[in-house]
């Protein structure tokens, strides 16, 4: 048999980092994590090829060598993937699809051959044992949660990890809270699986024994759902391999607020080699913490606990949503506030939406509210219901977020607030190459000659030298994040235009599409 598995292209949104990444020639942030595990779960005679359309182009002839294709995406990758199907149906190669997009959307797709649904660990087998007598179903689901401790170690030979600015691993799935816009606990559920310690450090070494140095994404959905295994077993072990590999990676991840809690937790992080943490704020406005459950928020100084992840050597990621039915008028004067504030330099602000499953998608279709369909795009400034603000004041006091928080003024100095709060465990002074020379020389031209706001840059760079000359690298780039931050915005200027016409398409205002998890064949 010969498989190739595809990964459809994803759009140009905040989390996709294209216009940064050109800074560091890399092609895409995070590689198909859940088409690489899906890969070693097949059987091993089987020939396998991956193509990840993010670092390079699909061709027909990659299609026809394949006796099936294996398509995994999530909904921000739909129209690709919708793309990539007719693609195969037109040259007559059959289709095995799954991941987020199909598990929650399957009836979109009847012209997929084949459904893996949910999390491969239980469903794949079962197809790929039909298929070997000839009786394949178009359908395969199941209500259960399978132990993750059967996932294998992907099989990293099928990329090409120089295209890539990091590589992922997943510790455990799941999460204990029930925020009512997220889709995590209807993919992965509310009791958090985890990994062996002895399986999560065989996955590190194994990444290590392919030659990666550098970030890696833990893209749990709450990395510390299981806090006493974290700090009993799992952190001591990996504080360990990393000390005896000199510390060949640097670790971020997602996680909830009470991080900042646990002192003991934070420090186990860091010394771990966990530099950086996204956090699930929302809405500094109590009412709407209260409305979407997200009652490990509330009675909160939102602020304080950010700056004390930061004081612990943490840089801390945001994500925030503007539209609640209880949000006031003055709820993105008080989300720029909050966010200059808090300074949550990577501050990632989506409408709400409804994802398919959610209890919010639930409530909305009881009270008549939805509209169109669920596009996973955080930045294309539509929404899937009727808000109880109005629309165009919604919509206007949205782009007036993004345009203040990235503006180049604005930008900059969230960079110094946070790089005064910022205390990071120093191991080494970081040695500096030509690489980094490079990226600088392209941070100097593009932000410092180029950009309208050059002065801006030009500030930052004279403050960091003589204020914060440790952190300078960390300084250009965030600069870097900023220029692609304000591509977004440019072009969540173009949507907003199209959604006063009419245009009624989704886009997620759940921070949760940052992570890949591993349901079905993602």
């Not at 060598?65 to 909904?75: H, K, L, R, S």
């Not at 794949?124 to 199941?142: M, R």
């Not at 001591?236 to 009470?258: C, G, H, L, Q």
Request: glycine fraction near 6%; proline fraction near 4%.
């Amino acid at each position: 048999m010969k498989i190739i598995l595809i990964y459809p292209q994803y759009k140009d949104t905040f989390w996709s980092f294209k216009h940064a990444l050109k800074f560091i020639s890399k092609k895409a942030s995070f590689p198909p994590l859940g088409l690489l595990t899906v890969a070693a779960m097949l059987p091993r005679e089987w020939e396998r090829k991956l193509v990840d359309m993010n670092v390079t182009t699909l061709k027909d002839k990659d299609i026809e060598w394949a006796d099936y294709v294996f398509i995994g995406a999530m909904a921000v990758q739909r129209e690709s993937a919708k793309r990539v199907v007719r693609k195969c149906k037109g040259l007559g190669i059959k289709t095995v699809a799954g991941g987020p997009l199909f598990t929650t959307e399957y009836e979109e797709f009847k012209e997929v051959d084949h459904l893996v649904l949910g999390e491969a660990e239980i469903t794949l087998a079962p197809f790929l044992q039909d298929l070997d007598n000839g009786c394949a179903q178009h359908i395969y689901a199941s209500d259960k949660w399978p132990d993750i401790k059967m996932s294998p170690v992907p099989l990293w030979n099928l990329i090409n990890m120089k295209k890539y600015s990091s590589m992922s691993i997943q510790y455990s799935r799941g999460c204990p809270f029930d925020c009512e816009f997220c889709d995590i606990v209807v993919l992965n559920g509310h009791v958090p699986r985890t990994k062996s310690r002895e399986q999560l450090l065989g996955e590190l070494d194994t990444l290590h024994n392919h030659g990666w140095r550098g970030g890696v994404f833990i893209v749990d959905d709450n990395f510390i759902g299981h806090k006493m295994k974290l700090k009993r077993d799992i952190l001591p072990a990996v504080i360990e391999w990393m000390d005896r590999k000199t510390y060949p990676f640097s670790f971020f991840t997602e996680a909830s607020i009470n991080l900042s809690d646990d002192d003991e937790l934070m420090n186990l992080m860091v010394k771990a080699g966990f530099d950086t943490v996204f956090v699930g704020i929302e809405t500094p406005n109590e009412a709407s913490l209260v409305e979407c459950n997200k009652f490990q928020n509330r009675n909160r100084d939102l602020v304080a606990c950010v700056k004390k992840l930061q004081n612990h050597g943490l840089e801390v990621q945001g994500g925030f949503i503007v539209g609640f039915d209880s949000d006031p008028l003055s709820i993105f004067e008080n989300q720029i506030s909050f966010i200059q504030k808090s300074g949550i330099v990577t501050a990632m602000v989506g409408l709400l939406n409804a994802p398919p499953g959610t209890r919010l998608y639930q409530r909305l279709k009881k009270e008549n509210r939805l509209v169109g369909g669920f596009s996973g795009d955080n930045v294309d400034c539509s929404l899937n219901f009727v808000p109880k603000m109005n629309r165009e004041t919604l919509i206007n006091g949205y782009r007036k977020i993004l345009s203040t928080i990235y503006a180049p003024k604005e930008y900059c100095e969230r960079i110094k607030i946070f790089l005064r709060e910022y205390k990071p465990q120093q191991r080494k002074t970081p040695q500096v190459n030509i690489h980094q020379f490079k990226v600088l020389a392209k941070s100097i031209w593009f932000l410092g000659i180029r950009e309208r706001g050059r002065r801006y840059y030009w500030n930052l760079l004279a403050w960091t030298v003589l204020r914060q000359p440790r952190s300078f690298a960390m300084s250009i780039r965030l600069a870097i994040y900023g220029f692609h931050f304000r591509k977004v915005v440019e072009k969540l200027n173009v949507h907003s235009e199209k959604t006063f016409s009419g245009c009624h398409s989704s886009s997620s205002g759940c921070h949760c599409n940052i992570a890949t998890s591993l349901p079905s064949a993602e």
